[in-house]
């Protein structure tokens, strides 16, 4: 059974940081592009960054050069290193997996930024 676990979320103040962790198990995400989601409250899910198998990344226009994707294959794991948070970041934030047609959601975890 595949299992995306999200970890990391906490309310900081703004300008602070965060680090969410992502494992997986029931997977290898070694073949997968990984990524980051958020919603907002009160909004729709939308796309934070993404990370291929290569390493290739992607990020929102609203996160480049405060956050920064990452991943470790050997731990399973995805991570996502957010600096400088703004109250606009907060978000429940899901992990994602996705290859060809196969694509699995965490449960999310909460960020909750105050100003």
């Known amino acids: 059974q595949v299992q995306l676990v999200e970890s990391g979320g906490d309310l900081v103040q703004a300008g602070g940081s965060l680090r969410l962790s992502c494992a997986a198990s029931?997977?290898?995400?070694?073949?997968?592009?990984m990524g980051w989601y958020r919603q907002p409250p009160g909004k729709q899910r939308e796309l934070v960054a993404t990370?291929?198998?290569?390493?290739?990344?992607i990020y929102a226009d609203s996160v480049k050069g405060r956050f920064t994707i990452s991943r470790d294959n050997a731990k399973n794991t995805v991570y996502l290193q957010m600096n400088s948070l703004k109250p606009e970041d907060t978000a429940v934030y899901y992990c994602?997996?996705?290859?060809?047609?196969?694509?699995?959601w965490g449960q999310g975890t909460q960020v909750t930024v105050s100003s």
């Open positions: 994602n997996a996705r290859f060809i047609t196969r694509a699995y």
């Open positions: 990370i291929t198998n290569g390493g290739l990344t």
């Open positions: 029931g997977m290898s995400i070694s073949i997968y592009t």
